[in-house]
T-cell receptor, first 115, second 116 residues
Framework: DAGVIQSPRHEVTEMGQEVTLRCKPISGHDYLFWYRQTMMRGLELLIYFNNNVPIDDSGMPEDRFSAKMPNASFSTLKIQPSEPRDSAVYFC?????????????FGEGSRLTVL | AQKITQTQPGMFVQEKEAVTLDCTYDTSDPSYGLFWYKQPSSGEMIFLIYQGSYDQQNATEGRYSLNFQKARKSANLVISASQLGDSAMYFCAMRDLNTGFQKLVFGTGTRLLVSP
């Protein structure tokens, strides 16, 4: 089975530009998570969805960040306008409620550099 | 409040030796889950092992075992017979009712270096 698929793997953009990160979760998983990893703050949860509905967006840094999940197989994380401090690796992960461990399956991440 | 604490920024071990990576957690929920993930230099997050708060026995997965001490709120990862490929960042994580039972809260990680 295919794992969590993220695109792009790498993105370099200039400050002020819009950035859209994409994620396809594992088929059948009902939870989707967006995490951000930086050296300073480690791995922090930005937002997560259950059955396409946002459950907790308390980790979203500010209004410049938005996330959507229009259907069970696709989610986007958008940053508009981007700033240099948004440079990080953004991970998407999915999981299945009812699975014994509830482990998160991570994508390979999208490395964002904002100049 | 910090829910997951990993006090070792870095650890060194020689190949074929065992190593213990420390993790302590903080929760008031009786039901919770503890996880360890490995992040090699390539960047992906790899699930290693899981321990449920009600599990009677310590979890084991191949060379990985979890030393679960509930009263001390510790969930240390033990890697036996270290290999060069074990060099990576290791993250401890927890889920409980307070954090929304599905999402994981991660520690700051421990970088393990295995030398020949």
């Amino acid at each position: 089975d295919a794992g969590v698929i993220q695109s792009p793997r790498h993105e370099v953009t200039e400050m002020g530009q819009e950035v859209t990160l994409r994620c396809k979760p594992i088929s059948g998983h009902d939870y989707l998570f967006w995490y951000r990893q930086t050296m300073m703050r480690g791995l922090e949860l930005l937002i997560y969805f259950n059955n396409n509905v946002p459950i907790d967006d308390s980790g979203m840094p500010e209004d410049r960040f938005s996330a959507k999940m229009p259907n069970a197989s696709f989610s986007t994380l958008k940053i508009q306008p981007s700033e240099p401090r948004d440079s990080a690796v953004y991970f998407c992960a999915s999981s299945l409620r009812g699975d014994r461990t509830g482990e998160l399956f991570f994508g390979e991440g999208s490395r964002l550099t904002v100049l | 409040a910090q829910k997951i604490t990993q006090t070792q920024p870095g650890m060194f071990v020689q190949e074929k030796e065992a190593v213990t990576l420390d993790c302590t957690y903080d929760t008031s929920d009786p039901s919770y889950g503890l996880f360890w993930y490995k992040q090699p230099s390539s960047g992906e997050m790899i699930f290693l092992i899981y321990q449920g708060s009600y599990d009677q026995q310590n979890a084991t997965e191949g060379r990985y075992s979890l030393n679960f001490q509930k009263a001390r709120k510790s969930a240390n990862l033990v890697i036996s017979a270290s290999q060069l490929g074990d060099s990576a960042m290791y993250f401890c994580a927890m889920r409980d009712l307070n954090t929304g039972f599905q999402k994981l809260v991660f520690g700051t990680g421990t970088r393990l270096l295995v030398s020949p």
